[in-house]
């Protein structure tokens, strides 16, 4: 008998054991940035399935009161009908809120898999500011204790897990990002403004795109994510949102290769757990924090076309293994066995000579040594581990006529960087953009004037020379990502970049000044081209002008192309800047050298003839080929033939303004008109003009000039001011004007 009520019992057991269920319950932080509850059934003879009723689930959720008495337990969502309880008390060390479903029993909203965390509901901890570690209590932490009844039997879960560290107060996301939209004419599959692609926070739908007031979370898993604003159709538009959370999985590629930039603007922080892209063309704001969770979670691409641009204004922090990956597109068109030399810099703290190892055993770095009396301050270093300081340039070559896209891991560039400048020999420093975005170099020397002079050189390997800027005329306003720049220097210090100076821009070289004029050449047998400026300024000189004017430096190409001015103390310029009065004054003759290493026809192309204030009248020279000027206005290329052994002293640019003319005669078949101390004639017939006849009014003759086969000449009358009388003859009759030289009318 009692064998038999002994087996009985183990059978009972047996019984009760195989039919009980046990449950998990923890808090968690979930990918959406959430404070969660979840269970979990971990054992039992079957999982709650939809055919069971709920009919009780209570639990806590507690934190420490060095915390603070934070605002814990607003519902976000939940399928579970999970409440918050009016009891909100202490317990020893801890605040604690208590949560619970309703007792009435209802249907399971989806079927358990055992093992499986199953979010129950979701949190908001919607007061204070900070981070902490917030728990389920066990049962034994209250009365109340926690526990599910599942069919009228109560099971008490086992906690299983804390979400630790977790920053309140909750943000809560508006807009969740499905990629399921309906392109639309002005918007793509993609589009970041599409509507059918965003849903609300528990899955309901949203009548537009997001707005700066918008909080939005992409997970990942979906089948498309955010490239653009709008459409290719619509570039270089902009996008708002308060805070952007980028879940693990998601990958966006913002920026679409459009002539413009595609802007994202974050107003408050950005969360990367997947990952980041700023294409070439995108460009991305941040105005809160940043916080980048895995390995390259945020990108700056490069390429031909430009670099993409990323500005934080708040604190960037990395997870464990959170890094970020910034390219530099380097462009070889030197030949194979010669070189480029790239002037560029480090782009993440902390890099090695060893970041900038394109080709292992083909690339060469150089310093430049300020110190060396000449500007040949190249020196070579070979050391891998040497250290690349933050701010500072440095030249780099292949000789395989590849294009490259330098890749640099790490931390991305924020805040101040400071460096040491030697004013020493040569008074020229190699500096570099540290930042993920452009620089604004008139800010930046503004900012540094005590050190710097107002101007840069950049070289450019796709037109073989430097680039030049000068008193805000010259190549681009905006330094590039990684761009390296030679400065010139006023004096020993230390130069700053700073967050302020950074700016988004795909500016090309080029910008827009008064009374401007930019020369192009290029053309020849490997297409190399070079560019100078001429500008009109009422600070400037007929000499060179150390604070807006630069140099002219040869290119590294014996063979290159190039083109430079001669200001009147012979300094070779690329930008030369002359007093304003000249235009006014008199015509205004600037020589222009231009050198060449081949046989080959080029040409010559004037920009920004636009940017004269007054209506100037611009004329092109052409000593080697003589013949009538070229009005440059009508014809902005010049085609010609030219050779390595031509005499470079072969153009002139010749600037005439109509408030230089002082008392003229005009017809329809001659212009005669004095200017400053000269006289101007433009012969409009079909004739050539036999003589220039120049008198005093007392009728002595001061010239007599025969043979002038120019349709627009000019001609030295006195350097004394008066009225003089020209005579000019040709084959369909003689013009006679009068003219005052030496003299200036204004307005």
């Keep these: 008998m009692r064998r038999l009520l002994l087996l009985a019992f183990i059978i009972s057991g047996f019984i009760q054991q195989i039919t009980a269920q046990t449950f998990e319950i923890r808090t968690i932080e979930g990918d959406q940035g959430y404070l969660c509850v979840q269970m979990q059934e971990t054992s039992g003879i079957g999982t709650p399935q939809t055919t069971n009723n709920v009919t009780d689930i209570v639990f806590q959720v507690k934190w420490l009161q060095s915390l603070g008495d934070v605002d814990l337990g607003s519902i976000i969502c939940s399928d579970y009908e999970i409440a918050k309880s009016g009891i909100r008390s202490t317990q020893g060390a801890y605040y604690y809120q208590e949560f619970y479903a309703d007792n009435t029993p209802y249907l399971f909203p989806e079927n358990w898999i055992q093992n499986t965390w199953v979010t129950i509901a979701m949190l908001e901890v919607g007061t204070g500011n900070g981070s902490g570690t917030f728990e389920v209590g066990d049962n034994l932490f209250v009365a109340t204790g926690v526990n599910i009844g599942v069919d009228l039997t109560d099971y008490t879960p086992t906690v299983n897990g804390q979400a630790d560290n977790y920053d309140y107060p909750t943000i809560i996301y508006d807009y969740v990002w499905t990629g399921s939209g309906t392109p639309s004419a002005f918007q793509d599959e993609n589009s970041w403004s599409l509507a059918g692609n965003w849903e609300g926070t528990c899955g309901e739908a949203v009548s537009a795109g997001p707005t700066a007031s918008n909080n939005c979370y992409i997970p990942g898993g979906v089948s498309n994510y955010p ?38 603007s974050i107003s408050g922080k950005l969360d990367v757990y997947g990952t980041l892209t700023v294409k070439a063309d995108g460009s991305v704001t941040v105005t809160g924090n940043t916080y980048i969770d895995a390995a390259t979670s945020l990108i700056v691409e490069a390429d031909a076309n430009g670099s993409g641009s990323f500005i934080d204004n708040g604190t960037i922090t990395y997870g464990g293994s959170g890094s970020a990956k910034v390219q530099t597109y380097l462009t070889n068109s030197a030949g194979v066995g010669f070189f480029d030399m790239h002037l560029i810099g480090p782009t993440i703290s902390g890099a090695t000579l060893n970041d900038f190892n394109i080709v292992d055993g083909s690339t060469y770095a150089y310093w430049w040594d300020e110190s060396v009396l000449s500007a040949s ?27 490259h896209t330098l890749e640099m891991t790490g931390d991305v560039v924020t805040g101040n960087v400071t460096n040491s400048l030697t004013y020493s020999n040569n008074h020229l420093e190699l500096i570099s953009n540290p930042y993920p975005s452009s620089v604004d170099f008139d800010a930046l020397s503004t900012a540094n004037s005590s050190v710097i002079l ?16 000068a008193g805000g005329s010259g190549g681009s306003q905006y330094v590039q990502v990684g761009q390296g720049l030679f400065v010139e220097t006023l004096a020993s210090g230390t130069f700053t970049f700073t967050n302020t100076e950074r700016a988004h821009s795909t500016d090309p070289f080029r910008n827009s000044v008064s009374n401007i004029l930019t020369v192009h050449a290029t053309g020849g047998q490997a297409e190399f081209r070079d560019e100078m400026i001429i500008r009109f300024d009422e600070n400037a000189t007929s000499g060179y002008d150390k604070n807006i004017e630069a140099v002219k430096w040869d290119s590294q190409n014996e063979n290159a192309t190039m083109i430079r001015s001669i200001a009147e103390d012979n300094t070779e310029l690329a930008i030369n800047v002359l007093p ?18 081949y046989s080959s026809t080029y040409n010559l192309s ?49 600037f005439s303004g109509p408030d230089n003319i002082s008392e003229s005669s005009e017809t329809n078949n001659v212009n005669i008109y004095g200017s400053g101390y000269y006289a101007y004639v433009t012969n409009n017939t079909d004739s050539d003009i036999y003589k220039v006849q120049i008198y005093s009014m007392s009728g002595e003759k001061i010239k007599d000039i025969e043979n002038v086969l120019l349709k627009k000449s000019k001609h030295f009358v006195s350097d004394k001011p008066g009225y003089y009388v020209v005579r000019v003859i040709t084959g369909e009759g003689v013009y006679i004007g009068k003219i005052l030289t030496g003299w200036v009318n204004r307005y």
């Design 227 to 264: 490239e653009n604003v709008y459409s290719a159709l619509l570039s270089g538009q902009t996008g708002a949102v308060n805070n952007l959370r980028i879940g693990y999985g998601a990958s966006i590629n913002f920026g679409i290769q459009s002539t413009s930039q595609e802007l994202l």
């Design 377 to 403: 301050g190249w020196t070579n270093f070979y050391a891998i581990t040497d250290a690349v300081q933050q701010g500072e340039g440095i030249g780099l070559s292949t000789t395989d006529n590849t294009t």
């Design 454 to 469: 107002d101007k840069y050189w950049i070289y450019d390997p796709v037109a073989d020379n430097y680039v030049a800027r």
């Design 580 to 597: 304003l009065d000249d235009i006014y004054r008199n015509m205004t003759s600037v020589p222009m050298h231009f050198e060449c290493g």
């Design 606 to 654: 004037f920009y920004d003839m636009d940017s004269f204030v007054q209506d100037i009248d611009i004329y092109l020279e052409d000593k080697q080929t003589g013949g009538d000027w070229i009005y440059v206005k009508d014809n902005p290329d010049y085609v010609f033939t030219a050779t390595a052994d031509d005499d470079k002293d072969r153009f002139v640019i010749h």
